[in-house]
């Protein structure tokens, strides 16, 4: 199913840590997703836009290799993060002398840029105004959370009155229109909002997610949950995956990385892809 350069990567990572692939490609498919973000959808037929977003649950119990088939899944997302990072940091600099020299010479006309925002392709802050900050500046965005429970949990954590972040992420999900109010500041308007999770649950703590989820308005037909009838516990190794194989699959899937004003892309399905869908 995979490309050859993504199969490669998964496959070799798996293989070093000694899990199965199914606690990697998943993951990465979700990371990916969020790098495309608004800039492809998928169009099965005319009048009809999707675009891509999973909430991807590894399930397994502790030592089983969650934690590592995540981050080798996350790897490659978190180089162009940090890239992200450093052409903030150039333009913000940029932003501050500009600043700096008008406030010298105010007669000048020394024309000051707006302040400069990172694009973000992963987060750890589940708020809900965090993710429209984001995509607001951004394509699209995947959270990126340790247990799936303590994230479910985390709802609601920050208002007073309670309610509303369960149904957002419903709406997320859907890549609804979404509008953020924010105390004292503009809201913000998500036309087409594309946000991915990523994340684990342990297996003996499942049922506390399923009976938490209790409301019946689709959250948990929402996961997508990678739960293997067994897996290996992960054994330390002193191997290390050559690094052509990341940097191989960085530059391959580079191109997804677009420009959030770009119109955006359809993309159709075969008549194979089709018959899949509908089925």
């Known amino acids: 199913v995979l490309p050859t350069v993504i199969r490669d990567y998964v496959e070799r ?99 000051v840029p707006q302040r400069p925002h990172m694009e973000e392709f992963i987060t750890t802050d589940i708020t809900v105004e965090a993710l429209a900050e984001a995509l607001l500046h951004g394509s699209g965005i995947t959270v990126s959370v340790d247990e799936f429970l303590s994230w479910y949990l985390k709802f609601d954590a920050y208002r007073a009155s309670g309610g509303g972040d369960r149904q957002a992420y419903l709406s997320l999900f859907s890549n609804s229109p979404t509008i953020v109010n924010r105390k004292g500041k503009d809201p913000i308007v998500i036309d087409r909002p594309v946000v991915n999770v990523v994340g684990g649950i342990q297996l003996e703590q499942l049922h506390r997610l399923n009976d938490e989820v209790s409301e019946g308005d689709g959250f948990l037909a929402r996961l997508l949950p990678v739960m293997l009838p067994s897996a290996p516990t992960v054994r330390w190794t002193d191997d290390v995956l050559p690094g052509r194989y990341l940097s191989e699959l960085i530059e391959y899937i580079r191109p997804l990385r677009r420009p959030k004003d770009e119109t955006p892309r359809g993309i159709g399905l075969s008549s194979d892809a089709y018959d899949r869908f509908v089925a």
């Not at 037929?45 to 969650?66: D, P, Q």
């Not at 180089?79 to 008008?102: H, I, P, S, T």
């Open 13 to 111: 990572s798996a293989a070093l840590i000694g899990i199965s692939v199914d606690f990697i490609a998943p993951a990465f498919l979700a990371y990916a997703a969020g790098l495309i973000g608004r800039n492809a959808f998928l169009r099965p037929k005319t009048g009809m836009e999707t675009y891509l977003g999973f909430w991807v649950c590894i399930v397994a119990s502790s030592g089983k290799g969650k934690t590592p088939g995540g981050e080798m899944a996350r790897a490659p997302i978190d180089v162009f993060q940090k890239e992200a990072y450093e052409a903030f940091l150039f333009e913000l600099g940029e932003y501050e002398d500009a600043v700096q020299r008008r406030k010298e010479k105010p007669k000048s006309g020394i024309v």
